[in-house]
């Protein structure tokens, strides 16, 4: 039951549709009271007061603090700022009421801020799972190959039969597990890692696969469930082929960006070129030319894919950033003192584009870097960053997502461009 809560879809189904529903009908049981001069002017304070208050909130959470890093779109702004105008009114049901308004007016409360919670989470669409929303996961821990219950079927990760293609005999789809990456080398704490294996990859005697290291954004934690829909398409027109994704985390914790450099706030390029390339090469049945080998990511993780497949193109013939910051900790105005302390050609010397500039020209690298076409913050860097790639010899694509902005549109329409250049660095294009 407990991995079933966990998997609920908070972005489509039955809850976000439940609490829809429900914060509708409180709103309207709410304002529905006889219409006097009192309760008017009462519920217009109520619903003006609670409005002024999501706007107040709104500027100090992403102008002031910028905990998004990022400015947010139009259609958050108004559910933020429609979700208090309603929590506004509820409250104003507390007075001058009888007493089965009032617990009606508090169960409102909770459930208008869970149905605004969501409706904003919907419209990023990054978290699609409670797990996801929570920064934990319900997939378990990631076995290779796929054992065989007493009838010779092959079994997944949860125990139970899986479906194989009669034609060439592999699984239909991927699996997604969990896997523990020592951190011996950079001491740097990382939450659960998670990987992606076509259905090539699950079988005794499988090829040696191309490999994606995925990074997230932050907020956010490692999650394959968007690669694994789209992998899994392409896996399936491509006699089951497609490559291994890794996804470790570079933040170790939501509230504070590690910049994917080794300082103070933990070894994290270590960490990943030192703990993380070592394991995948040890454990998964790989091709190692880098040619093969991509690293990608979305935001914070897009930064840190330019600036490996930048400095590392021994090891990284490809990047992807989607919807990158343009260098390390761009929004936040004390990374200069606190990291570098103050000193600013140390600083630039780990941006994306000085790193470029001093190992070009690039022998064989290729990048993707994509960006929602609204996403009016992030693109100056992703631009930057393009023609930066452009300068060095790497063989670059740009491209804008139509209809999207810093959210799960942007993602899903940037890891669709990676993986085709993955596909064709594969020679599977």
């Known amino acids: 039951m407990y991995d079933s809560l966990l998997a609920l879809n908070i972005v489509r189904g039955p809850l976000i549709i439940t609490f829809g529903v429900l914060s509708l009908a409180a709103a309207i049981y709410l304002i529905a009271r006889r219409p006097t001069r009192r309760w008017i002017i009462t519920a217009a304070s109520g619903l003006l007061g609670g409005a002024a208050a999501g706007a107040l ?16 779109s139009p259609l958050v702004d108004a559910t933020v700022i429609l979700t208090f105008a309603a929590v506004g009114l509820a409250v104003v049901n507390l007075w001058r009421s009888r007493w089965w308004r009032k617990v009606v007016a508090v169960a409102a409360m909770a459930t208008l801020l869970i149905a ?4 904003v989470n919907a419209i990023f669409g990054l978290n699609k799972t409670v797990a996801a929303f929570f920064g934990v996961t319900n997939e378990k821990p990631l076995a290779l190959p796929l054992a065989t219950d007493a009838a010779g079927q092959l079994v997944g990760q949860q125990g139970t039969p899986v479906p194989v293609d009669p034609a060439t005999g592999l699984p239909l789809a991927g699996e997604v597990g969990t896997v523990s990456i020592p951190h011996d080398v950079s001491g740097f704490i990382a939450r659960t890692a998670l990987a992606y294996v076509p259905p090539a990859g699950l079988v005794a005697n499988a090829p040696a696969l191309p490999v994606i290291i995925q990074l997230n954004g932050q907020p956010g934690s490692p999650g394959l469930d968007d690669p694994k829909t789209l992998l899994d398409a392409r896996a399936a027109t491509n006699h089951g082929l ?13 509230s504070r960006d590690p910049l994917c450099l080794d300082t103070h706030r933990g070894n994290v390029e270590t960490y990943i070129m030192k703990d993380v390339v070592p394991w995948v090469k040890t454990h998964f049945h790989v091709l190692q030319d880098p040619r093969y080998w991509t690293i990608m990511g979305f935001s914070n993780g897009g930064m840190c894919a330019a600036y490996f497949g930048a400095k590392y193109p021994g090891t990284f013939g490809n990047f992807v950033d989607i919807s990158g910051d343009e260098y390390q900790g761009v929004d936040s105005a004390p990374t200069l003192d606190s990291i570098f302390g103050g000193d600013r050609a140390a600083y630039q010397a780990v941006w994306p584009v000085t790193v470029m500039a001093a190992n070009a020209p690039y ?20 631009k930057k960053n393009f023609d930066a790639a452009v300068a060095a010899g790497i063989h670059s694509t740009y491209t804008e997502i139509a209809g999207s902005g810093h959210d799960g549109t942007a993602l899903d329409g940037g890891l669709s461009a990676g993986y085709t250049l993955a596909f064709v660095r594969a020679g599977w294009g």
């Open 57 to 72: 909130t709104l500027y100090i959470t992403v102008t002031v603090l910028d905990l998004f890093g990022t400015r947010l």
């Open 116 to 119: 605004g919670t969501l409706g």
């Open 363 to 382: 022998a064989d690298s290729s990048a993707v870097f994509a960006v929602g076409a609204m996403d009016d913050q992030a693109i100056p860097g992703v």
């Open 242 to 254: 497609a490559p291994i994704v890794v996804n470790p985390d570079q933040l170790g914790d939501d």
